[in-house]
């Protein structure tokens, strides 16, 4: 499996932001999909998650209320909309898929994107 993440850039806070990432491959595995973020210095964190299935969602709680996820079987892509962002979110955002269950650990998922960086001004 493949995966392009795109849609990163410097936002003022309080901005939107909406990350995509492009799947390719042998996709029928990725039956969990997630999104994750690793600032600076820091390990990365889950940010969210989503089923290919049922589109069940989960989400961490520092973005809840704010960032969406979404994805799009026909065209194998996975969306993050970002409202109300704070410097905070600052970060290079990954997507990331894994068969079976989802998980919120980033070890626990097998295929990765490249990151984006998503800079968040005040």
């Known amino acids: 499996v493949q995966l392009q993440a795109s849609g990163g850039g410097l936002v003022q806070a309080g901005g939107s932001l909406r990350l995509s990432c492009a799947l390719s491959?042998?996709?029928?595995?990725?039956?969990?999909m997630g999104w994750f973020r690793q600032a600076p210095g820091k390990e990365h964190e889950f940010v969210a998650s989503i089923t290919r299935r049922l589109g069940s969602t989960n989400y961490a709680d520092s973005v809840k209320g704010r960032f969406t996820i979404s994805r799009d079987s026909f065209r194998n892509t996975l969306y993050l909309q970002m409202n109300g962002l704070k410097p905070e979110d600052t970060a290079v955002y990954y997507c990331?898929?894994?068969?079976?269950?989802?998980?919120?650990?980033?070890?626990?998922?097998?295929?990765w994107g490249q990151g984006t960086l998503v800079t968040v001004s005040s």
């Open positions: 990331a898929t894994k068969s079976g269950v989802v998980k919120t650990v980033w070890r626990e998922y097998e295929y």
């Open positions: 491959g042998s996709t029928f595995s990725s039956s969990a």
